[in-house]
């Protein structure tokens, strides 16, 4: 089955800096690699996802690329907010498997003053 | 928000008793799952559903059972919980749309906190 690994575990930045969660898998069928947020008591929320036919996706602060060669993606926050602290799940999807999900361990990105 | 419903939200039990957790929507999706949510493992599959009466295992599916006896509602059971399975456990529904087909975003619950003592 689908392995998904994600860093870094904790994210520390200042307001208003760039932030990066990057995340690697190891099915090469997988084509759905979306990004999930999760405020403290609730339960994660779809921000952003890519395909595999795409290189590059961008919404407004937020961001994703996908390198399939070498099986990893990455998310991309600028500017970040502190309503950006959350914590920020990857997860990949192999083709086929009724959107079977499989999720990386989480990275818990604060945003400090 | 998604109607999606989990209840209990908080339950505190002992070893070895049966516990079940129940997860309501009202969007008629097709598809449900459940997952548990753990420090250092993220979120796990354990079962899903593809239909009523329909489920599969996920990867972390010893030890639970599930039902799915109408579409707007899927039953997780744990016939004789363990320490182990402290845990906070997820619902989500999916459903393919003609905007995101073959893509199926998950809509997730608030989450059920369990406690076995």
């Known amino acids: 089955g689908e392995n998904v690994e994600q860093h870094p575990s904790t994210l520390s930045v200042q307001e208003g800096d760039s932030a990066v969660i990057k995340c690697t898998y190891s099915d090469s069928a997988s084509n759905y690699f979306p990004w999930y947020k999760q405020e403290l008591g609730k339960g994660p929320q779809l921000i952003i996802d890519i395909r595999s036919n795409v290189g590059e996706k961008k919404d407004q602060r937020i961001a994703v690329t996908l390198n399939k060669t070498a099986k990893h993606f990455s998310l991309h926050i600028t500017e970040t907010q502190p309503e950006d602290s959350a914590v920020y799940f990857c997860?990949?999807?192999?083709?086929?498997?009724?959107?079977?999900?499989?999720f990386g361990t989480g990275t818990r990105l604060q945003v400090t003053l | 928000d998604a109607g999606i419903t989990q209840s209990p939200r908080h339950k505190v039990t002992e070893t070895g008793t049966p516990v079940t957790l129940r997860c309501h929507q009202t969007e008629n999706h097709r598809y449900m799952y459940w997952y548990r949510q753990d420090p250092g493992h993220g979120l796990r599959l354990i079962h899903y559903s593809y239909g009523v009466k329909d489920t599969d295992k996920g990867e972390v599916s010893d030890g639970y059972s599930v039902s799915r006896s109408k579409t707007e509602d899927f039953l997780l059971t744990l016939e004789s919980a363990t320490s182990s399975q402290t845990s906070v456990y997820f619902c989500a529904i999916s459903e393919r749309t003609s905007g995101r087909a073959l893509a199926g975003e998950l809509f997730f619950g608030e989450g059920s906190r369990l406690t076995v003592l």
């Open positions: 997860a990949a999807r192999e083709t086929g498997t009724a959107s079977k999900l499989t």
